[in-house]
């Protein structure tokens, strides 16, 4: 039985570096300091964020319906 994950998800953009921390802004104008490791490669201020917010049982289910569609998609080619 399916059950409905739910998923926050938080859209920010990549303001700046601080200190060797990436510093993203939210629409509210908060912010939030991050290692700079946890950001894309190539990465430049400005660019827009999606953050996706699960607890580790969303996140398994999450993982397991992406594997399940990607191995539909394999085997109905």
């Known amino acids: 039985m399916a059950s409905r994950m739910e998923t926050i ?6 303001d700046r570096f601080n200190n060797g921390r990436a510093v993203l802004r939210f629409p509210d104008d908060q912010e ?18 999606e953050l996706h917010i ?3 049982e969303t996140a398994h289910q999450h993982r397991d319906e992406l594997a399940r ?9």
């Open 9 to 14: 998800a938080l859209t920010c953009h990549f």
């Open 32 to 49: 939030l300091s991050v290692t700079r490791r946890l950001l894309p490669t190539g990465i430049e201020p400005g660019q827009i964020l």
């Open 54 to 56: 699960h607890t580790p």
């Open 69 to 77: 569609a990607v191995l539909k998609e394999i085997l109905n080619g």
